[in-house]
Nanobody, 126 residues
Framework: VQLQASGGGLVQAGGSLRLSCVASGRTFSQFAMGWFRQAPGKEREFVAAITRSGGGTYYAEAVKGRFAVSRDNYRNTMALQMNSLEPEDTAVYYC????????????????????WGQGTLVTVSS
């Protein structure tokens, strides 16, 4: 599967952005999906993940209550709605896919993901 992330940009603190990830192929529903981010000088970190069906969502503590992940298996898309953005959210955001069993929660370890998008830059100004 090929992934393409988009929707990044420059926003003031307190603002919102919505990231999208479009997947190619007809097997999108066989993959759990995740969002990761990498800030300058830091390692890539887990942000959010969603199960194959979309029925389960998981978040890093730093974004819980502010970000929401969703997916549309008919349109082969995943989204990350980011609200109340903070300067600490500034990073390149990546979407990723991992083939899993339906009921297994998606991993938080980026090394377990099989496919990656190219990343989209989010910059939050103070």
């Amino acid at each position: 599967v090929q992934l393409q992330a988009s929707g990044g940009g420059l926003v003031q603190a307190g603002g919102s952005l919505r990231l999208s990830c479009v997947a190619s192929g007809r097997t999108f529903s066989q993959f759990a999906m995740g969002w990761f981010r990498q800030a300058p000088g830091k390692e890539r970190e887990f942000v959010a993940a969603i199960t194959r069906s979309g029925g389960g969502t998981y978040y890093a503590e730093a974004v819980k209550g502010r970000f929401a992940v969703s997916r549309d298996n008919y349109r082969n898309t995943m989204a990350l709605q980011m609200n109340s953005l903070e300067p600490e959210d500034t990073a390149v955001y990546y979407c990723a896919a991992v083939r899993t069993i339906m009921t297994v929660p998606p991993p938080r370890d980026d090394h377990e993901y099989d496919y990656w998008g190219q990343g989209t830059l989010v910059t939050v100004s103070s």
